[in-house]
């Protein structure tokens, strides 16, 4: 579970990507997943494999909203991008002066998306369900979970304050 949520850390690094987009970062590719599945097989170990496979699960779900850089070496965006338009993602800056910081755009698409939040809700249940039917003996993991939930909702709750001032 906590490799499903590492490569979201790569925020605060932010100022070294392209565009300061955390996607950019070989972070948001497929190939830290791909070395710790490597490094599973190696060492035999399934729970890295598996935290390998959490890892570029989190890659793949992120080309539905943005996009992001999944082979890293083309740097560009790879994905549905579902919440921006193609004007939008030609003219992005444009976009972002209409905000005090430009994260908010990106924080209100998303969380104003109806389709997002069901989806997140979704991944939720599952998740609650597989852990009660799999692996009852990791419930407190999740704490871990609402650790990262609660920085998130932070994050949100900090940038909705800004835009309203």
């Known amino acids: ?25 070989v972070t948001h590719s497929f190939i830290p997943g791909i070395i710790i599945i490597i490094l599973g097989l190696l060492f035999n170990a399934i729970f890295i494999i598996i935290s390998g496979f959490s890892y570029v ?34 003219n992005i800056s444009k976009y972002l002066r209409e905000y005090k910081n430009k994260q908010s755009f990106f924080d209100e698409r998303y969380f104003g998306c109806k389709a997002c939040l069901i989806i997140e809700i979704l991944i939720f249940i599952m998740m609650i369900l597989s852990m009660t039917f799999f692996a009852l003996e990791y419930y407190l993991v999740l704490i871990i979970y609402f650790i990262f939930l609660s920085f998130h ?12 001032k």
């Open 153 to 164: 909702l932070y994050r949100h709750f900090i940038l909705k304050k800004i835009e309203s």
């Open 57 to 90: 699960i989190h890659i793949i779900i992120d080309t539905f909203d943005w996009g992001t850089n999944i082979f890293y070496f083309q740097k560009k965006l790879i994905g549905f991008k579902l919440l921006i338009s193609k004007e939008e993602f030609s």
């Open 1 to 25: 579970m906590i490799f499903a949520f590492v490569c979201d850390f790569d925020v605060f690094l932010s100022k070294y990507a392209l565009e300061n987009n955390h996607r950019m970062l």
